[in-house]
């Protein structure tokens, strides 16, 4: 077996039974990246020395007797806007280029305390601001079905590390859809928790009140391991859900008796391409035949959503990126006039152009005269579709559709339109908004080769609901088996 293409429980089997050391498991990934993610574009920073002096530290715990931890001597790829100490942690903008972080994300705790081997940090779109992986300031990241196609965003590295055989796990963050959307791009795993259920502390803030951190694999297994570690209640942020975190690895063979889906049939209007249509609505079928019922329902004000969605994180990105002043930290300009000139030149350098359109969204919503008739309008659409989904949610345990409108599109196709580009976030914007947890899982295949996501909605702190019933799905399928041709 490659140890690359093994699944987590696969290694961790091999790993727990001595079959084989987690300095060899770290350093076959280690080679992997090495030898391949010129092309891929995957990782802006590879710590290997890091990396295998986890992985010993792993193997002398099961030398001792000792418990190595849930990751024991599993390698986990970072997004690179989690702050780990001692390691870059750039967002993939100029303004962070040489930032080092003094302490490590609760996340990056959790992972290091259950013997989780880091890899390094991987590529997004700028600050998270991007549905493509293409607003990064250092490289393009491809997608490893197809290299002329995006990978998606803003977790692309996160996804393409992941299908290219690079980690077998990976930490991305979804602010809407930024886990999801590019998970079903390139045909795994991903899930977005209900917002608290992760502590994002030491998580670069994009728009606070939607940004979560959360787990993505090559099978649900995986997610839910990974989950299992990372959440939990934490005091240094006070949005963190003080709620138990059950043992969703333990109960994901547990079939759901009973199960009611809500399929939303405004999803399925123009736009949507055919292709992901189908498979969306064979994967229904395949829950069908499995005994669930399925029923239409309606989110009354789900066609709001990408509007309200592009005003409130924008103002938030605003609040948040204005300490980025080259004074405390981050690029400064090297000329300057005075100390206004110094912010507005160090700003203008560091920041790439969709960042400052974002920015200058949310100043000019939050402005005076404006607050009222956008930001606050906005928050009370995003209550009205918190609403939707509690009503539904009492007539249905799950709600399932597309994850985005279409397969994964050209790179450079929608940068030239970014109407287009934010429209990709149509079907998982509507989640950030609510709070809800959501998966994406691997459904099918287009005729071009390029993989399609299903999407699994579930009401607040359900994850144990969404993942297993994601798993009834995978055992199935072998769509989540499925690599790259070119692999």
Request: net charge negative; charged share 20%; proline share 5%.
């Amino acid at each position: 077996m490659s140890l690359t293409r093994a699944s987590t429980d696969e290694l961790l089997q091999l790993l727990d039974s001595r079959e084989v050391s987690a300095v060899e498991v770290a350093t076959a990934f280690l080679d992997e990246i090495e030898a391949r993610d010129e092309q891929i574009g995957a990782f802006l920073t590879v710590d290997r020395d890091g990396a295998l002096t986890a992985a010993r530290t792993a193997d002398e715990r099961r030398a001792a007797g000792e418990s190595a931890g849930l990751l024991g001597g599993i390698p986990v790829a970072v997004k690179d806007l989690v702050c780990t100490r001692g390691l870059r942690t750039t967002c993939a903008s100029r303004m962070l280029e040489n930032f080092v972080p003094p302490y490590d994300a609760h996340v990056v705790r959790r992972l290091r305390d259950e013997g989780a081997v880091l890899l390094g940090k991987v590529n997004l779109d700028e600050f998270a601001m991007g549905s493509s992986t293409e607003t990064s300031a250092f490289r393009r990241t491809v997608n490893p079905w197809n290299s002329e196609h995006s990978p998606g965003g803003s977790s692309g590295g996160s996804a393409a590390a992941i299908a290219a055989g690079l980690a077998p796990l990976s930490i991305g963050s979804d602010t809407g859809g930024s886990i999801r959307q590019p998970a079903s791009f390139c045909g795994v795993v991903g899930l977005k928790p209900t917002y608290g259920r992760v502590s994002r502390y030491g998580l670069v803030a994009f728009a606070s009140s939607l940004d979560q951190l959360g787990p993505l694999s090559r099978d649900v297994s995986g997610s839910a391991r990974l989950l299992q570690v990372i959440a939990g209640h934490d005091p240094q942020d006070a949005t963190c859900l003080n709620v138990p975190v059950p043992d969703w690895t333990g109960q994901l063979e547990q079939p759901l008796e009973g199960l009611k889906i809500g399929v939303v049939a405004e999803q399925f209007a123009d736009g949507l391409d055919d292709e992901v249509a189908a498979a969306v609505r064979a994967a229904v079928e395949v829950y069908r035949g499995l005994g669930a019922t399925v029923e239409e329902i309606e989110l009354p004000h789900a066609r709001h959503s990408v509007a309200t969605y592009y005003l409130i994180a924008p103002c938030e990105a605003s609040s948040n990126l204005a300490r980025y002043d080259g004074v405390h930290y981050g690029h400064r300009a090297e000329q300057f006039d005075d100390m206004v000139d110094m912010y507005a030149a160090s700003r203008g350098e560091a920041f790439g152009s969709e960042v400052k359109r974002r920015i200058m969204l949310g100043t000019w919503a939050l402005s005076s005269g404006y607050y009222e008739a956008y930001y606050l309008k906005a928050l009370k659409v995003r209550r009205l579709i918190r609403q939707d989904f509690d009503d539904a949610f009492r007539r249905v345990d799950l709600i399932a559709g597309p994850v985005t409108p279409t397969t994964a599109f050209r790179t450079g196709e929608l940068t030239g339109d970014p109407l287009a580009m934010y429209l990709a976030d149509i079907y998982t914007s509507i989640a950030n908004l609510a709070g809800i947890p959501g998966i994406s899982i691997p459904a099918g295949i287009s005729q071009a080769g390029l993989p399609i996501g299903l999407q699994l909605l579930a009401p607040s702190l359900e994850e144990d609901r969404l993942l297993r019933a994601a798993r009834m799905y995978e055992r199935e399928t072998n769509w989540h088996t499925r690599w790259p041709a070119s692999l």
